[in-house]
């Protein structure tokens, strides 16, 4: 759940705006795929993240930026993805993966499916 916690100090860091742009459905992608990423980190012993959570960010950030969006857009995307919303899209995909609370094994096969179909989760793990 450290992933999680990363992300929300994100957005508890910039304070809270209202706004839905292409740049912000591409943080809480991210954010959902990176946030899964960790917790299979955490819970699976054979996969492990091919980067910290803070180097993974940076590096979308320089995507975006890449892409033409502003420092001030990808800061405004970023305060207003509610941490709730990033959550509920975790929790979703893992029930609709077959992954519930506390199985650890249910959660690695998830993982090796998705390194096997190179995901964005996939894609993150090693």
Known sequence: MRALAVFAGLVTLTGCVAQ???????????????????IMDDICPQYRMRQSLEALTDG???????????????VQAIEATPE???????????GAEG???????????????????NSGIGRLLR
């Open 60 to 74: 979308f950030i320089q995507q975006m930026r890449d892409a033409g969006y502003s420092d001030t857009e990808i």
């Open 20 to 38: 839905s742009t292409g740049v912000q459905a591409q943080f809480e992608a991210f954010a959902a795929d990176a946030s899964t990423a960790e």
């Open 99 to 117: 992954v519930t609370p506390g199985d650890a094994a249910a959660l690695c096969a998830y993982a090796e499916r998705e390194v096997a179909a």
């Open 84 to 94: 709730s919303r990033v959550v509920d899209r975790v929790i979703a995909r893992m």
